[in-house]
């Protein structure tokens, strides 16, 4: 099954759990450097570098634990392929890829708004939440079965609670050490590539 999926999305999951593999043997220092630092974080760790600017892209193949690698990798894994199927390799990896970036500046603006802790975000969840919300834009009809409960919905209405969700959570603050507002600057990112490539507000017309 894994071998059926097109390239870009196996890529993606092989090179997440590659990276991960090597977060096992290097440790630390790979989330210091790689990981996403507030703005704020001038140093971290005696002279080590805080924030820098390639870490908006690095921080997105960086996990915490298995678990967190394999919902990340599972919902790539089916959402992913039909998507790159249907956009293409090159489109689609510029959604995941707009998807992490922007996922990143959001989490960057919600921690100097906020003054948050100076803690590394990690993670795909970004890409993912892009992924999931294209695909709730192309196939919004399509049945998807949650996994705890086992209730079947229309894909648009899964990702819409789902949002509606993660700003709540984001909001309230009930769920602490989970980067609510970059999964919906995920989205955000997705939404707007995808209106650009329609030629629909805020972007104008395509010649």
């Known amino acids: 099954m894994f071998g059926n999926l097109p390239p870009v999305t196996r890529g993606l999951i092989l090179a997440n759990v590659a ?41 997105g193949f960086l996990h915490g634990s298995v678990m967190h690698i394999f919902v990340n990798m ?42 948050a802790d100076p803690y590394p975000t990690i993670g795909a969840s970004g890409g993912v939440f892009g992924v999931l919300l294209a695909f709730a834009m192309y196939f919004p009809r399509q049945t998807i079965v949650l996994l705890i409960p086992p209730i079947p919905m229309p894909a648009w209405l899964f ?15 009930m769920e602490v050490n989970v980067a609510h ?20 507000p805020p972007f104008g017309r395509r010649r």
């Open 159 to 173: 990702v819409t609670l789902y949002g509606v969700l993660e700003l709540f959570l984001g909001v309230s603050g």
């Open 74 to 115: 599972f919902a790539l894994y089916m959402f992913g392929g039909q998507l790159e199927r249907l956009f293409g390799p090159k489109r689609f990896l510029n959604l995941y890829l707009a998807s992490i970036i922007t996922a990143g500046l959001s989490q960057l603006a919600y921690a100097a708004f906020t003054g």
């Open 19 to 59: 990276v991960y593999l090597l977060q096992q043997m290097v440790g630390d220092p790979m989330i210091i450097y790689l990981g996403l630092w507030p703005l704020s974080t001038a140093s971290v760790y005696g002279g080590v570098p805080g924030f820098q600017p390639w870490q908006v892209f690095t921080y």
């Open 181 to 200: 507002f970059a999964h919906l600057g995920g989205m955000l990112g997705a939404w707007l590539l995808i209106q650009y490539w329609r030629g629909r």
